[in-house]
């Protein structure tokens, strides 16, 4: 049990049982602030202690490694590993995205926020398809326009980071202009 008057020191076996046990427990990554208040030390030296930890993880070949995505950091199965999990994880996979939800979710991820009549705009077709990026949670309707009628504005969610592997917006591709044919249409 962790002794609340004095937090553990950075690189010991109880901040390292501390970080391991909160990330699996949590089911999301956490981020590096709510780490830092639960094991009661600086930012700088949390830090530390889950890099450390990360490298540990590495070392000891436990099937799992540490992530940093979406703002924090999580537990996940290294790639190598997953197929042979398959037959133990559930829900099956959902089915791919179609080509026109991927071509609606780069607008909405690069123009963010965006109404439904700009998506359409800037694809030249329907944008029937952020129903379903919100069923998957992808898209969030983020607020109202000023423009005629208040349409709603989309933007992302943090899943849409997680499913895609990023840290934060900031890691998407750069784009060299604002067409986005090169980057929707193959």
Do not use: C, W
């Amino acid at each position: 049990m962790r002794n609340e008057t004095q937090p553990p020191a950075p690189g010991s076996v109880q901040t390292r049982e501390l970080i391991g046990a909160t990330l699996l427990a949590a089911g999301r990554p956490v981020r590096l602030a709510e780490l830092s208040g639960l094991l009661g030390l600086g930012e700088d030296a949390t830090l530390r202690a889950v890099q450390a930890f990360g490298e540990h993880l590495a070392s000891a070949g436990l099937g799992f490694t540490l992530e940093a995505v979406a703002g924090g950091y999580r537990l996940v199965v290294p790639p190598g590993i997953a197929p042979h999990l398959a037959p133990v994880l559930a829900p099956p996979p959902l089915p791919p995205l179609s080509h026109a939800a991927l071509e609606v979710l780069a607008v909405i991820a690069y123009r963010q926020p965006v109404t439904r009549a700009e998506i359409e705009a800037m694809r030249g077709a329907s944008a029937s398809t952020v129903l379903t990026l919100q069923e998957r949670e992808l898209v969030k309707v983020v607020g109202r326009s000023d423009a005629v009628g208040h349409p709603l504005l989309y933007g992302t969610t943090d899943k849409f980071l997680l499913e895609f592997g990023l840290k934060t917006l900031d890691d998407l591709p750069l784009l060299q202009n604002e067409d986005f044919s090169h980057l929707l249409r193959s």
